[in-house]
């Protein structure tokens, strides 16, 4: 069965570190890899997505990830971490790009230490 | 940027009455409409999805008669929770993706808290 692991339930980095988000997946086919962010009280807002094409995908607010296929991963990074990028992030991965619904990870814990 | 609204944001009711959630697509029509579910530091679980103008198709262990979901229109979908328990306490949330060909994203409603007394 098609799943998504985060290993990682709770991270903190300091405010101007570097920052990795780890994301495993399990699935036979090409997969269509996913990032939110979910803060409170907002919706999940996507960061970024993975189709084809460059394995490194560039998205918003800073965030890059790398699909490698041969580690099954889709690792979320920053360089340079801001107070205000503290919040939940999900990987997810839809299963065709038909909009079959997306199975998510259980999401990292972001916290931002001064 | 596409917007998703979730009616009410919150909402308290006593055990055994019934609740309906809201999702509109504010600013394109949504021909697919998904409601998950969140529990307390727990991942999104996919309820069921809706296509406007037909039946819901449900995940397995969903209670369809429970979690009744109604995608009358293209900008509009309802979850109603019927005969609602303390257990069905949850974070409910609903996605959207619009009909386009190739337009892949999904894009999420704020989130509805259900509490149940």
């Known amino acids: 069965a098609q799943s998504v692991t985060q290993p990682d339930i709770h991270i903190t980095v300091s405010e101007g570190a570097s920052l990795e988000l780890r994301c495993n997946y399990s699935?036979?086919?090409?997969?269509?890899l996913f990032w939110y962010v979910q803060s409170p009280g907002q919706g999940l807002q996507l960061l970024l997505k993975?189709?084809?094409?460059?394995?490194l995908v560039q998205g918003i607010k800073g965030f890059e990830a790398e699909f490698k296929r041969s580690q099954s991963s889709f690792n979320l990074r920053k360089p340079s971490v801001h107070w205000s990028d503290a919040a939940e992030y999900f990987c997810?991965?839809?299963?065709?790009?038909?909009?079959?619904?997306?199975?998510f990870g259980k999401g990292t814990t972001l916290s931002v230490s001064s | 940027g596409a917007v998703v609204s979730q009616h009410p944001s919150w909402v308290i009711c006593k055990s055994g009455t019934s609740v309906k959630i809201e999702c509109r697509s504010l600013?394109?029509?949504?021909?697919?409409m998904f409601w998950y579910r969140q529990f307390p530091k727990q991942s999104l679980m996919l309820m069921a999805t809706s296509n406007e103008g037909s039946k819901a198709t449900y995940e397995q262990g969903v209670e369809k008669d429970k979690f009744l979901i109604n995608h009358a229109s293209l900008t509009l979908s309802t979850l109603t929770v019927t005969s609602a328990h303390p257990e069905d306490s949850s974070f409910y949330i609903c996605?959207?993706?619009?009909?386009?060909?190739?337009?892949?994203?999904?894009?999420f409603g704020p989130g509805t808290r259900l509490t149940v007394l």
């Open positions: 600013d394109f029509q949504a021909t697919t």
């Open positions: 993975y189709f084809s094409g460059d394995t």
């Open positions: 996605s959207a993706k619009s009909g386009r060909r190739g337009t892949d994203t999904q894009y």
């Open positions: 997810a991965v839809a299963l065709n790009q038909a909009g079959t619904a997306l199975i």
């Open positions: 699935y036979g086919a090409t997969p269509y």
